[in-house]
């Protein structure tokens, strides 16, 4: 089926990480039958997190997103599935937790837009953009998924 193999970069940030939260959410995107391509727990590079974030550059809060993004570790993931671009953001909720619905990772878990514990890739182009700078491509794991005829029609 086309569209299954879409891959998205998603990312506990240091709060996330601090506040206990990691397995609630991969809890998520795991019982939604998403794939889990690959995960790294790292302590980011200021270097790196300037490229991620490069265009955000010019906006006020970059340097102090940078800083709380290096201010400790994160973990790093690629998910597969149709659409999880999309999905994924919806899953995510906005980026200001104050206007993310309950039932949102952001809705549910957190208060503030400099605290919002998650990163998800906002496009497909952005998506492999993040993808080829956190990951080799040798730590992206091919397997079979037992569930995948149960998942997809
Ligand atoms: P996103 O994470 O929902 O894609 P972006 O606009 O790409 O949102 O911003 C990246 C990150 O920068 C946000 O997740 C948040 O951590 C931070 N950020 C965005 N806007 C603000 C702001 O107005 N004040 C403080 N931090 C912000
Ligand atoms: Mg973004």
Redesign the pocket.
């Known amino acids: 089926m086309a569209g299954i193999q879409e891959r998205t970069f998603i990312a506990i940030k240091p709060d996330g990480v601090q506040r206990g939260l990691i397995g609630d959410i991969i809890k998520r995107f795991e019982q939604k039958g998403f794939r889990l391509v690959a995960m790294k727990f790292v302590h980011a590079s200021e270097d790196l997190l300037k490229q991620h974030?490069y265009e955000?550059k010019d906006?006020p809060?970059y340097p102090?997103?940078v800083k709380?993004m290096n201010s400790g570790p994160v973990v790093a993931m690629v998910w597969e599935g149709l659409n999880i671009v999309k999905t994924g953001r919806v899953m995510?909720g906005e980026?200001n937790p104050a206007d993310s619905k309950p039932g949102s990772i952001r809705g549910d878990f957190c208060i503030q837009?400099?605290r919002?514990i998650i990163?998800?890739s906002?496009s497909v182009e952005s998506a492999n953009k993040e993808i080829n700078l956190w990951f080799k491509p040798e730590e992206l794991v091919t397997y079979k998924s037992c569930a995948h005829d149960w998942l997809y029609e």
């Open positions: 974030y955000l906006r809060f102090d997103l709380y995510l980026t837009v400099g919002n990163h998800g906002d």
